[in-house]
């Protein structure tokens, strides 16, 4: 058996409010009833803007497949979701195909460009440089999203690139509405684009004030960039103009990000993950994700247990969640990297043997032994609140009328990413390098600690949380899902599944619902405001450190009733989503 690291680090450089604003601030068990799902007996597109799932969903109803949906989507959502994910950021493809029944998966995962450098955001006493890992050039990964979708149109596709991209260059050329939330998350950034003329020229309506709600939002160097995808794909954004704009640019403002870089990247299509959970199959992300190996391996621990006797608002329960979560990421931090440069350990983590013993930890932690210290910080004036609130990153899922999945995951990683409009292309640079480890026990943006199996290497690729997942029932396509967070797309991915499957929830109902998150560390058991205080002191007795806080994960799933074969789809009611099946 692998050894555990069950020490936990002692400094929580994370982390913010409030231990028990539960019992400081009580608030009544709030979870309204969910919506009705949205429904269709022909095929079911779920992604975060109205504007994306209707691209799908013209797509479905003109006859074309699951994957051409998706990719009607995805770019459609470069554009009106460009704090997400874009162009320049990279992604995950989980892909079922009906004919013959496979599962892969596309990694499209932004590399360290071949100048990247173990200590790169360090300086000559080797502290790490505030920022350097997530703000500017040096912050980008070479983006992988393109020639993943350029390898799932190879593969799958049915429609010619123009048509599928048609809805996306129109909403950059023509524009769209800003909504109010957008609107926020625009001035947000506002103070970061002010040091990159490309990203003001972009982003600033006069002066260095961003567009906002209610402003029609135009990006022309972005349609053109689009167009000429449209017209020549990877070969043009790897190798073309788009290439020789991206590199030339990279020089001027001191990116390492070559000509070369680009020409090099490539797709790699993977094995997915596999597990067993009461009877259904789950196929999910391998490494460089975590998602997959950790979705499988929290389920596998719980199976043994009968969820269905827990109220799935209870103390108790979330108690179980949340141990098997924490004996997940801790695992996480010391075995996860990218396979082509450590060995992950995976077929340990995923089997049912392991979980057995992490299981019987588990129950002798019923009343935890080891209480954390404690958090003084809560007792302070002005508490950090460097919590990040992860309005970032977007998962879209599809099954069309022939029963093909996608479970797609994509992302520029924090808002804007690296905040850099990379020349006239029109696009962010991602900021994919904060995934790494930049220093062995330092936390990235989401406060994930890592050690050497995900230090930085050149053409390394990042560890990731993201967890595009298929779920079949007896070889027949059931659910696709997964979710934006950071590694709390992990754990409310695992929720909404296993909200389905142990308590029959619809899938708006399991996707709305209140949710919890651990990652080993820091040391806290994160749980939605809308959870009762007095389940939050329920968790406290039981020995945990709780934080109540609005998590923020966004959950887009769709699935297929075994019984009457009818489509259903859900948005998460977090964000601006919406599911919608063809009419
Ligand atoms: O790959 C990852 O795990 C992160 N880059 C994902 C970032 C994310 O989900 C941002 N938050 N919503």
Redesign the pocket.
């Known amino acids: 058996m692998f050894s555990h690291p069950h020490s936990r680090p002692s400094r929580f450089i994370f982390l913010a409010l409030l231990l028990f604003t539960a019992i400081l601030f009580p608030v009544g068990q709030t979870h309204a009833a969910a919506p009705d799902p949205a429904w269709s007996s022909k095929g079911m597109a779920s992604t975060a803007h109205p504007l994306a799932t209707a691209a799908a969903q013209k797509v479905l109803e003109d006859g074309g497949n699951a994957v051409d949906a998706a990719l009607a989507a995805i770019y459609t959502l470069d554009v009106v979701t460009p704090y997400?994910e874009g162009l320049g950021g990279g992604e995950f493809w989980v892909v079922h195909w009906a004919k013959d029944g496979s599962v892969i998966t596309i990694d499209g995962r932004e590399s360290a460009p071949a100048a990247a450098k173990q200590n790169m955001y360090l300086d000559t006493a080797g502290a790490v440089i505030p920022g350097l890992s997530t703000y500017g050039p040096l912050a980008g990964g070479v983006p992988g999203s393109v020639a993943a979708r350029e390898e799932a149109l190879k593969r799958y596709g049915s429609m010619k690139r123009s048509r599928i991209m048609k809805d996306a260059i129109s909403a950059a050329d023509k524009g769209f509405i800003l909504t109010p939330s957008q609107g926020a998350i625009f001035e947000a950034a506002g103070p970061y684009f002010q040091q990159y003329e490309t990203s003001g020229a972009v982003m600033f309506k006069s002066d260095t004030t961003t567009w906002s709600v209610g402003d029609r939002f135009i990006q022309k160097d972005l349609a053109s960039t689009l167009k000429r995808i449209a017209k020549d794909g990877g070969d043009e954004f790897y190798r073309g103009e788009t290439a020789e704009e991206f590199a030339r640019y990279m020089q001027e403002v001191g990116g390492i990000i070559t000509a070369q870089d680009l020409a090099d990247y490539t797709p790699i299509v993977r094995e997915p993950i596999h597990g067993e959970y009461r009877g259904y199959d789950i196929y999910s992300m391998p490494p460089p994700?975590s998602g997959g190996i950790h979705l499988v391996q929290i389920l596998n621990i719980l199976e043994e247990w009968n969820l269905e006797q827990f109220d799935r608002y209870s103390a108790r329960y979330y108690h179980h969640l949340g141990e098997a979560m924490e004996a997940a990421f801790a695992d996480r931090s010391h075995f996860l990297g990218d396979p082509a440069f450590v060995n992950v350990p995976t077929e340990g983590l995923t089997s049912k043997e392991y979980a057995v013993e992490l299981r019987s930890s588990i129950n002798s932690l019923w009343e935890r032994k080891v209480r954390g210290p404690g958090d003084p910080r809560m007792y302070m004036e002005n508490p950090p609140d460097s919590l990040?609130k992860?309005?970032?990153?977007s998962h879209l899922s599809v099954i069309d009328q022939w029963g093909n999945m996608v479970a797609l995951t994509t992302?520029v990683?924090?808002h804007f990413g690296s905040k850099v409009i990379v020349g006239s292309n029109g696009f962010f640079l991602n900021n994919?390098m904060d995934?790494f480890s930049i220093q062995p026990g330092h936390p990235n943006a989401?406060g994930l600690i890592g050690e050497q199996a995900n230090a930085i290497r050149p053409e390394k690729r990042?560890?990731?949380?993201?967890t595009p997942t298929l779920v079949l029932k007896d070889g027949k396509p059931f659910m696709a899902i997964g979710a934006?967070?950071?590694?709390r797309?992990i754990t409310s991915t695992l929720q909404s599944v296993v909200n389905v499957i142990d308590f029959g929830a619809d899938i708006q109902e399991a996707i709305s619902d209140p949710r919890i998150h651990h990652q080993w560390s820091p040391d806290y058991l994160f749980i939605d405001p809308e959870i009762s205080p007095d389940c939050a002191k329920e968790l406290y007795r039981l020995g945990h450190r709780v934080v109540r806080y609005d998590l923020g994960?966004?959950v887009q799933g769709v699935m297929i009733d075994p019984e009457t074969g009818l489509y259903f789809g859900a948005a998460d009611p977090r964000a601006g989503g919406t599911a919608a099946g063809v009419r």
């Open positions: 997400s994700s990040i992860p309005s970032h990153t992302s990683n924090t994919t995934d989401f990042p560890l990731s949380s993201m934006a967070g950071g590694p797309i994960s966004v």
